[in-house]
């Protein structure tokens, strides 16, 4: 079982990017996702490493060997989690996968199920199996920093400060405000400025 594969970018064609390695030319499937940050990174000489997801697609009367890339064994791990959807299987998955895996996994545990039916190749019915399948099972990969989210680490914390000030304008104590801060942002992965949090932080206190 190959699990991880290093070596040098020789071409890309669509989902798909080929690797030579010890003058073998390997082509490894990438779920959109992982290619967008992948073309954000720049990498001496075209190398790169990538952990795999390695199955074998049955034919009728052959075994194909399939390769899967992702940037880390917790990309990998929330692939494995998504196929486990029944009628999911990991080609389908790969083309579903086309937002950031961080943002995916905030939709799941939210109950998204418009977003989710909005990845391609995924309705009605799949989005629904998704969230029953996986809801409360995928909140560590929405911790994923993806090169694709909508705010990187320092917009977030600037949102958080600006969203902590206002509350300790309106009389909240720190400690109280920064817990409606938290609860909001596990609660939706997707917000990108302050007013989004502060309306998230509503509906969360509104809920309780």
Same mark, same amino acid.
């Given at each position: *079982?190959?699990? &991880?594969?290093? $070596?040098?970018?020789?071409?890309k064609k669509d989902g798909a990017i080929l690797i030579e390695n010890g003058g073998l030319s390997y082509e490894v499937l990438v779920p959109l996702a992982v290619m967008k940050s992948l073309e954000k990174e720049s990498t001496a000489? $075209?190398?790169?490493? +990538?952990?795999? !997801?390695? !199955?074998? %697609? *049955?034919?009728?009367?052959? @075994?194909?060997?399939? +390769?899967?890339?992702?940037?880390?064994?917790?990309? /990998?791990e929330f692939f494995e989690k998504f196929i486990s959807v029944s009628g999911i299987g990991p080609k389908a998955a790969c083309k579903? =996968?086309?937002?950031?895996?961080?943002?995916? @996994?905030?939709a799941v545990d939210s109950g998204d199920e418009e977003f989710l039916k909005r990845l391609p190749g995924i309705g009605a019915r799949k989005a629904a199996e998704i969230? @029953? /399948? =996986? /809801?409360?099972? #995928?909140? &560590? !990969?929405? +911790?994923? /920093?993806?090169? $694709?989210?909508?705010?990187?680490?320092?917009?977030k914390e600037d949102i958080r400060a600006e969203a902590l000030a #206002? =509350? =300790?304008? +309106? %009389?909240?104590? &720190?400690?109280?405000?920064?817990?409606m801060i938290q609860k909001a942002l596990e609660g939706s992965s997707e917000v990108s400025t302050s007013e989004e949090l502060l309306n998230e932080v509503y509906r969360e206190r509104k809920a309780t």
């Amino acid at each position: *079982m190959i699990s &991880k594969i290093s $070596g040098t970018i020789t071409g890309k064609k669509d989902g798909a990017i080929l690797i030579e390695n010890g003058g073998l030319s390997y082509e490894v499937l990438v779920p959109l996702a992982v290619m967008k940050s992948l073309e954000k990174e720049s990498t001496a000489e $075209g190398r790169i490493e +990538l952990v795999t !997801y390695h !199955y074998f %697609q *049955m034919a009728q009367s052959s @075994a194909v060997p399939v +390769l899967i890339g992702f940037q880390n064994e917790v990309e /990998r791990e929330f692939f494995e989690k998504f196929i486990s959807v029944s009628g999911i299987g990991p080609k389908a998955a790969c083309k579903a =996968l086309a937002e950031p895996f961080s943002v995916i @996994a905030g939709a799941v545990d939210s109950g998204d199920e418009e977003f989710l039916k909005r990845l391609p190749g995924i309705g009605a019915r799949k989005a629904a199996e998704i969230i @029953a /399948r =996986l /809801r409360g099972k #995928v909140g &560590k !990969y929405g +911790l994923i /920093r993806d090169q $694709g989210s909508a705010a990187g680490a320092g917009e977030k914390e600037d949102i958080r400060a600006e969203a902590l000030a #206002v =509350l =300790l304008q +309106l %009389q909240y104590k &720190k400690g109280e405000a920064e817990d409606m801060i938290q609860k909001a942002l596990e609660g939706s992965s997707e917000v990108s400025t302050s007013e989004e949090l502060l309306n998230e932080v509503y509906r969360e206190r509104k809920a309780t």
